[in-house]
């Protein structure tokens, strides 16, 4: 018995060391950031002659990927629950087309929009007569932070919806219930965790966002451009001041919606 134990409690020790050691890796390159910014840089920033350039930059992030999520929400939470429930001829291809985007250098991402909606792709004519242009453009940037975190919300949701027993909407539906008003009161609620979780991995991989948006729209600048930009311009210490601000605002946010969603 005494044995068992102190084999339970090595291979504890085991699984604590290698853990550590992944936090370790991950949390140093932060820590490294933060040691290394030169704080009059960060000052300059945040109130010298380019504040007006980086609040600009942050705007365009934050709005852009608000309204990719936005749009992500109200299409991708059908999409999740229709494969998560119905078979149908073509499925497999549908769920292969979702994840797509996973697999796709960001350049590639950024090609194949162009290719379909900017202004010589398949549908450029039809969306530039009604006054939509992606090149260039604030819903260019929404366009791409949509393409490339649909997935991680598609994914995240239907195995949530896939996680709640059937049985529960077939109850609702035995007692008169449409199958939509079953979804409504019994399988969106609760999936809503799964919804939140998939909502916040989608919104921070379009922020995240950089090698389309060089592509399909370098204009407006978000904070991934602007990073990029300084970098080749004012050289390391300013790029790695503004990465600084820009990932304590990216934790600052995970941390609050992670204790919201628990």
Not at 62 to 81: K, M, Q, T
Not at 130 to 154: I, N, Y
Not at 227 to 245: H, K, N, R, V
């Given at each position: 018995?005494?044995?068992?134990a102190?084999?339970?409690?090595?291979?504890?020790?085991?699984?604590?060391?290698?853990?550590s050691?992944?936090?370790?890796?991950?949390?140093?390159?932060?820590a490294?950031?933060y040691?290394?910014?030169d704080?009059?840089?960060?000052?300059?920033?945040?109130?010298g002659?380019?504040?007006?350039?980086?609040?600009?930059?942050?705007?365009?992030s934050?709005?852009?990927?608000?309204?990719?999520?936005?749009?992500?929400?109200?299409?991708?939470?059908?999409?999740?629950?229709?494969?998560a429930?119905?078979?149908?001829?073509?499925?497999?291809?549908?769920?292969?087309l979702?994840?797509?985007?996973l697999?796709?250098?960001?350049?590639?991402?950024?090609?194949?929009?162009?290719?379909?909606?900017?202004?010589?792709?398949?549908?450029?004519?039809?969306?530039?007569?009604?006054?939509?242009?992606?090149?260039d453009?604030?819903?260019?940037?929404?366009?791409?932070m949509?393409f490339?975190?649909?997935p991680?919300?598609?994914?995240?949701v239907?195995?949530g919806?896939q996680s709640i027993?059937?049985?529960?909407?077939?109850?609702?539906?035995?007692?008169?219930?449409?199958?939509?008003?079953?979804f409504?009161?019994?399988?969106l609620?609760?999936?809503?965790?799964s919804?939140?979780?998939?909502?916040?991995?989608?919104?921070?991989?379009?922020l995240?966002?950089?090698?389309a948006l060089?592509?399909?729209?370098?204009?407006?600048?978000?904070?991934?451009?602007?990073?990029?930009?300084?970098?080749?311009?004012?050289?390391?210490?300013?790029?790695?001041?503004?990465?600084?601000?820009y990932?304590?605002?990216?934790?600052?946010?995970?941390?609050?919606?992670?204790?919201?969603?628990?």
């Amino acid at each position: 018995m005494r044995r068992g134990a102190h084999r339970l409690e090595a291979a504890l020790l085991v699984l604590a060391a290698l853990s550590s050691l992944l936090v370790l890796f991950l949390a140093l390159p932060i820590a490294a950031l933060y040691l290394k910014v030169d704080p009059h840089v960060a000052s300059r920033l945040l109130g010298g002659p380019l504040r007006g350039e980086v609040v600009s930059a942050f705007k365009v992030s934050l709005l852009a990927s608000a309204a990719a999520l936005s749009g992500l929400l109200v299409l991708g939470i059908p999409l999740a629950y229709t494969l998560a429930r119905l078979d149908f001829p073509g499925k497999r291809l549908v769920e292969a087309l979702v994840d797509i985007p996973l697999a796709l250098p960001h350049t590639v991402a950024g090609i194949m929009i162009l290719e379909a909606y900017g202004s010589r792709g398949l549908l450029g004519g039809g969306l530039s007569r009604l006054g939509l242009v992606l090149e260039d453009h604030f819903l260019g940037v929404v366009a791409v932070m949509a393409f490339v975190s649909a997935p991680l919300l598609v994914d995240t949701v239907k195995v949530g919806f896939q996680s709640i027993p059937e049985s529960l909407e077939a109850v609702a539906r035995t007692l008169g219930a449409s199958r939509l008003r079953a979804f409504l009161d019994i399988s969106l609620p609760l999936a809503l965790r799964s919804i939140a979780a998939g909502s916040l991995l989608a919104w921070a991989r379009g922020l995240s966002e950089v090698g389309a948006l060089l592509v399909v729209a370098y204009y407006p600048k978000t904070v991934n451009i602007l990073i990029l930009e300084y970098l080749s311009i004012y050289g390391l210490p300013y790029a790695a001041a503004l990465a600084a601000i820009y990932a304590a605002l990216a934790l600052g946010v995970f941390t609050a919606l992670r204790v919201l969603v628990s």
